[in-house]
C-alpha cells in the first residue's frame, strides 16, 4: 500500500522550529544548527550539530526533534544524524535567531 500523503521540507523545518536547544532560547532551525533535509516518500532524514561536539543536550535534542516529526501525518520513519563536520560556528545563525538573541 503507497501513501500519497507526501511531507515537504518547509513543513519539517518548520517542526523543526518548535525544538530548542534548552541552553539557548532560539529553535534550532534559527541557531543553524539543521544542516539538511531529506525525504523519500514517507522516510524523512534530518541532518543536524550542535553548538559544540562535546555538548550533552545531544541525544536529548534529537530525541526532541525526532518526536516532533512523529506527529506530523505521513511521516513513516525518521532519522536524526547528528554531524560535527562542518562544526557549527555563531555565523549560522539566521537573522530570526540573530533578532531572538539580541545580536541583531
Known amino acids: ?3 500519497s500523503a507526501t511531507v ?3 513543513e519539517v ?5 518548535d525544538v ?9 532551525v534559527d541557531l543553524g ?13 534530518v541532518t543536524m550539530t550542535l553548538t559544540f561536539a562535546g ?10 526533534a525526532e518526536w516532533r516529526l512523529a506527529e506530523i501525518d505521513g511521516i ?4 536524526v544524524d547528528l554531524v560535527f563536520d562542518p562544526p557549527w560556528n555563531p555565523e549560522m545563525i539566521t537573522e530570526e535567531g540573530k533578532r531572538l538573541l539580541g545580536l541583531d
Open 33 to 45: 544548527l539543521v544542516y539538511g533535509v531529506s525525504i523519500s516518500e514517507s522516510d524523512v532524514e
Open 1 to 3: 500500500m503507497t501513501n
Open 55 to 64: 555538548c550533552g543536550m545531544g541525544p536529548y535534542i534529537a530525541q526532541q
Open 76 to 79: 513513516e520513519d525518521i532519522n
Open 13 to 17: 523545518l518548520e517542526a523543526l522550529r
Open 8 to 10: 515537504s521540507e518547509d
Open 20 to 28: 530548542y536547544d534548552p541552553e539557548i532560547p532560539v529553535n534550532i
